[in-house]
């Protein structure tokens, strides 16, 4: 089933993300793609993560295609204005890529290309409602007419941890509102938190119009750790998991992320308004079936159609 | 007339007091007729133009988008978010309210709930900001504002379903 399927029908839905090298091939996507495929519904291809250079997510994507299993586009404001963000979509959409995820990116200054202009022409609403109102009112953001009209499944992301922690469910409130249908969370360590969030977006009820995945990721190492933290915006990392992290013997650290990873997943998924998992996990893509096996997690099998749909 | 890039920056005039001044400023007949004497002659306009910015640069570090969104921002310029996000925050902020790009300084939008939210206005933070105009840059926003041009500038979020999207009109 796709993802949208999937989502639609109630059931646990699992996520991951591939990271495209830095460098003109795909072969490594392919292989990655072909190793998840029986394990997650659909994989996010990222958009020059962290402002790094790297293979572009829709040619990513398409490799994602053509391994046997569903991509999610992932689409930034950071580098595109809005005539190129549309293009995008129409060429995403005519080749058969049907999921996209809109955030706003991550600013060029923490990139390897430190000078480059930042371009945030449209925000993440902004860039959900247009892509929305591509699909359904048939026209672009000039007014003007498409024939015909992309076909697309729209994901948004939300940040539950980051201050002002009053208004992070209401701007998913704006997120859905523009358009979107599902939403991948930043990594949950603060189970508690989450649910904290995850009420309020509740008492909005926002999870009834929108699928909440919620993020979930495994820390390799101390090292990993200590560079998410320090490097990577927007992720907090409480005492206790570097505690426990630290606690065991480098060689077993990864072994305890994994077990980690799979105590969050099994206790979000308790947690009313959770219709499933992102893996944050890009880089670390073999890690997925010990995860999902330490947490007991299958989705079910049905024979996958081979268009990426 | 973009080149300087977007700093957060605390307003030095308080909440309050904005939007105390909100009021009097609001579109009338008056202010109508003004404007529409200032536009007539190149040089009012300048002049108008030149002392709005020195104003507003000074109370909100304005960088004259020509499109003001102060009203419904707790008064805290949007366009100082180095990523120009005029819907709010994006998902970097520290956890200590601090911005992302600039670690020394307060994120907007940290700020601008805390001043909507002293003054009760926590729903203007929900309405949806259209693209902005980049062609507006360097225009006189009061007069933009007072001759009905910035009627489109946001909508409220149930409106978003219909009609004809985010697309200002040509």
Same mark, same amino acid.
Not at chain 1, 112 to 119: L, N, S
Not at chain 2, 10 to 26: E, I, N
């Given at each position: 089933v796709s993802l949208r399927e999937r989502l639609a029908s109630g059931s646990f839905a699992v996520t991951a993300e591939i990271s495209p090298p830095r460098g003109a091939s795909t072969q490594k996507i392919t292989e990655t793609a072909a190793q998840l495929k029986d394990w997650v519904d659909a994989v996010n291809v990222t958009d020059n993560q962290g402002s790094h250079?790297? =293979?572009a997510s829709w040619a990513g994507s398409l490799a994602v295609i053509a391994a046997g299993l569903e991509p999610v586009m992932q689409m930034t404001c950071?580098?595109?204005?809005?005539?190129? &963000?549309?293009?995008? =979509? &129409?060429?995403?959409s005519a080749l058969g890529i049907r999921n996209i995820l809109v955030m706003t990116g991550d600013h060029p200054r923490f990139g390897?290309?430190?000078?480059?202009?930042?371009?945030f022409d449209l925000d993440s609403v902004q860039l959900l409602w247009t892509l929305r109102t591509m699909r359904d009112q048939h026209v672009l953001l000039s007014g003007r007419k498409l024939a015909p009209a992309p076909d697309c499944f729209l994901g948004a992301v939300e940040n539950p941890f980051a201050p002002p922690a009053e208004?992070?469910?209401?701007? &998913?409130?704006?997120?859905?509102? !523009?358009? !979107?249908q599902f939403v991948q969370t930043q990594f949950v360590f603060d189970v508690p938190a989450f649910a904290r969030w995850l009420a309020q977006v509740r008492d909005l009820g926002l999870h009834e119009r929108c699928a909440v995945l919620a993020g979930v990721g495994a820390v390799r190492s101390v090292r990993a750790l200590e560079y998410m933290r320090d490097h990577v915006p927007g992720v907090e990392v409480p005492d206790d998991?570097?505690?426990? =992290?630290r606690k065991v013997p480098p060689e077993k650290q990864g072994a305890e992320g994994v077990k980690l990873a799979a105590e969050i997943i099994q206790q979000v998924a308790e947690i009313p308004g959770v219709a499933g998992v992102h893996l944050l996990v890009a880089g670390n893509e073999q890690a997925v079936p010990d995860i999902l096996n330490s947490a007991g997690v299958r989705i079910s099998q049905e024979p996958r159609q081979n268009d990426g749909r | 007339v973009t080149a300087a890039s977007p700093v957060p920056v605390? #307003?030095?005039?308080? /909440?309050?007091?904005?939007?105390? +001044?909100?009021?009097? +400023?609001? #579109?009338n007949a008056g202010y109508r007729w003004l404007s529409a004497r200032i536009e007539t002659a190149g040089s009012a306009r300048r002049l108008f133009t030149g002392a709005e910015r020195q104003a507003k640069e000074k109370l909100f570090g304005c960088r004259m988008c020509g499109q003001c969104a102060l009203p419904v921002t707790g008064y805290v310029c949007p366009m100082g978010c180095p990523k120009e996000l005029r819907n709010? #925050?994006?998902g970097g902020v520290g956890a200590d309210g601090s911005c992302e790009v600039? #670690?020394?300084?307060?994120?907007?939008?940290?700020? /601008?709930?805390?001043r909507a939210a002293s003054a009760g206005r926590t729903a203007d933070l929900r309405l949806l900001h259209r693209p902005a105009d980049h062609r507006r840059w360097g225009q006189s926003s009061w007069l933009n504002y007072w001759q009905d041009r910035d009627e489109d500038l946001w909508t409220a979020g149930a409106t978003a379903e219909a009609g004809r999207g985010p697309g200002a009109h040509p």
């Open positions: 250079a790297r =293979l950071r580098d595109r204005n809005r005539i190129a &963000l549309q293009s995008d =979509l &129409l060429g995403a390897d290309h430190p000078g480059a202009k930042p371009v208004f992070r469910a209401e701007r &998913l409130g704006k997120k859905v509102a !523009a358009g !979107a998991v570097d505690r426990r =992290l | 605390h #307003p030095r005039l308080g /909440a309050r007091v904005a939007y105390r +001044l909100q009021q009097v +400023l609001r #579109p709010g #925050p994006c600039y #670690p020394e300084r307060r994120c907007v939008w940290v700020d /601008a709930y805390d």
